[in-house]
């Protein structure tokens, strides 16, 4: 449900969003407050499908990370089936901001009674950006939302908390970021890719990347399962970037080869963990770890 111009400025006005689906037997516009949650003991999950599916919820979700965030903005990156969660407040709007030039298809949401949600869009032409807007009507709750694009389907987690909400949230997109590299051609006229036969649906981001926060520090880390790249900001050249060294079984460093494309490293293996090290005296250290599957992900920045 796209507001109108008219509809759009009187909603933004007022700080209402409109639900995106109404529900029978509630009126429009009336606070809940009935079915605020009640507090009470957790039961414990016996059933092993139940907890099977709790495990993989948790190893697929993306918590907000400090190093994640721009300005305000938190920047995930993108994965096919990973699970973003989201922190909101009673009386703050949290915006939910699409690719640009991505055409919003749907939202739905677990919960539309105690949960407000709507969409609107900024720019135009090839730039034009869907904002999906969530607000909660009270703290402790929690919903999740799917979103479907022309492009992808985003999976959310929202939980609404009485502190600090997240004003934003947005996500990189390393699959065209590829794409446009082995699209962008050189002075020559002759192509660059980052790699050749990577598997776009083999791609694996449940990295963690620690440690120093120099001007370089990698962006993210993934790997196609026989290759890992290391994607650095934009501005990295040859001269400053730092050399990578595996981490072996007792935390000895070895330096691996390496190439460097675009901003990014390609390195023809997988590693558990490695470090990027810069200076001699005063060593810059960024490490980046692969985590297990299994494991519940931080970020992959």
Do not use: C
């Not at 006005?13 to 029978?24: D, E, K």
């Not at 920047?75 to 089936?81: A, E, I, L």
């Not at 009673?90 to 009674?113: F, K, N, R, S, Y």
């Amino acid at each position: 449900m796209t507001p109108s111009i008219v509809s759009s400025l009187l909603w933004l006005a007022s700080g209402n969003l409109a639900p995106v689906v109404p529900v029978a037997g509630v009126a429009q516009g009336t606070m809940p407050t009935a079915l605020a949650p009640k507090a009470g003991r957790r039961k414990r999950i016996t059933n092993p499908a139940v907890r099977r599916i709790s495990a993989a919820g948790a190893a697929a979700t993306h918590e907000p990370q400090a190093e994640g965030f721009v300005n305000t903005v938190q920047v995930y990156p993108f994965s096919d089936g990973a699970l973003y969660h989201v922190y909101a407040a009673p009386g703050h709007i949290t915006d939910i901001m699409l690719q640009p030039g991505e055409a919003l298809g749907a939202v739905a949401a677990g919960d539309t009674v105690r949960w407000i949600i709507g969409d609107t869009s900024s720019g135009s032409g090839e730039g034009k950006r869907t904002h999906v807007l969530v607000k909660p009507f009270t703290a402790g709750l929690s919903t999740n939302v799917v979103i479907t694009t022309d492009r992808r389907t985003y999976h959310l987690s929202l939980s609404s908390v009485a502190g600090a909400a997240m004003t934003a949230l947005a996500w990189s997109y390393a699959e065209d970021e590829i794409m446009a590299l082995e699209r962008r051609s050189q002075g020559d006229g002759m192509l660059l890719p980052v790699a050749r036969g990577v598997s776009l649906e083999a791609l694996h981001f449940n990295y963690q990347i620690t440690g120093d926060s120099p001007r370089w520090k990698p962006l993210r880390a993934f790997d196609d399962g026989r290759q890992t790249f290391i994607e650095f900001p934009e501005d990295i050249s040859a001269s400053a970037a730092p050399p990578l060294f595996v981490l072996d079984a007792d935390n000895k460093p070895t330096l691996v080869n390496y190439r460097l494309r675009g901003h990014f490293y390609v390195v023809d293996r997988l590693f558990d963990i490695a470090e990027l090290r810069l200076g001699t005296k005063r060593q810059t250290i960024v490490r980046v770890t692969r985590l297990s599957p299994r494991s519940r992900k931080r970020r992959a920045p």
